[in-house]
């Protein structure tokens, strides 16, 4: 089998989990939203974060880690949807209930991406992903003679 065979695949894969889990979560998530219920939205939470192992199943059967254009995809997605969040609040367009589910996804989500880079590249090595810092290079040492 190629190459592209095993990318198309896991592409494929990827796209059916994030359709059927992802699509189920996202709608009980609306309907707690829209029903005041927080259990319902917290089952929502629940498929979401299902969706989420099975990717990184998915990533590690196939021996890759996420694409740039899906970790693209997750970010902006996540921004948007803290920016709608922290303005319905500020609005006064949320519910009391509506504001624990909105602060229960967020913590969930924050709390899976951190551990997500911890058990994938460990303490040290998450910490580099983000560190934006000029590496340094040593002086040479100076030899005697």
Same mark, same amino acid.
């Given at each position: #089998?190629?190459?592209?065979?095993?990318?198309?695949?896991?592409?494929?894969?990827?796209?059916?989990?994030?359709?059927?889990?992802?699509? &189920?979560? +996202?709608?009980? @998530? &609306?309907?707690?939203?829209?029903?005041?219920?927080?259990?319902? *939205? =917290?089952?929502? =939470?629940?498929?979401?974060?299902? *969706?989420?192992?099975?990717? @990184?199943?998915?990533? *590690?059967? *196939?021996?890759?880690?996420?694409?740039?254009?899906?970790? &693209?995809?997750?970010?902006?997605?996540?921004?948007?949807?803290?920016?709608?969040?922290?303005?319905?609040? +500020? +609005?006064?367009?949320?519910?009391?209930?509506?504001?624990? @589910?909105?602060?229960?996804?967020?913590?969930?989500?924050?709390?899976?991406?951190? &551990?997500?880079? =911890?058990?994938?590249?460990? +303490?040290?090595?998450?910490?580099?992903?983000?560190? #934006?810092?000029?590496?340094?290079?040593?002086?040479?040492?100076? =030899?005697?003679?």
């Amino acid at each position: #089998m190629k190459q592209t065979d095993n990318t198309l695949e896991r592409s494929l894969l990827v796209f059916a989990v994030w359709a059927t889990i992802g699509s &189920i979560g +996202l709608l009980l @998530i &609306i309907e707690g939203f829209h029903s005041d219920s927080y259990l319902t *939205a =917290v089952a929502g =939470v629940g498929c979401i974060i299902a *969706a989420f192992v099975a990717h @990184i199943v998915v990533n *590690a059967v *196939a021996g890759t880690g996420f694409s740039t254009g899906e970790t &693209i995809l997750g970010l902006t997605s996540f921004g948007f949807l803290v920016l709608l969040f922290v303005f319905s609040v +500020l +609005l006064g367009q949320v519910s009391t209930v509506g504001f624990y @589910i909105g602060l229960t996804l967020f913590v969930t989500l924050i709390c899976g991406f951190v &551990i997500y880079l =911890v058990t994938r590249h460990g +303490l040290r090595g998450s910490f580099s992903k983000f560190h #934006m810092g000029q590496t340094r290079e040593e002086p040479p040492i100076a =030899v005697e003679r």
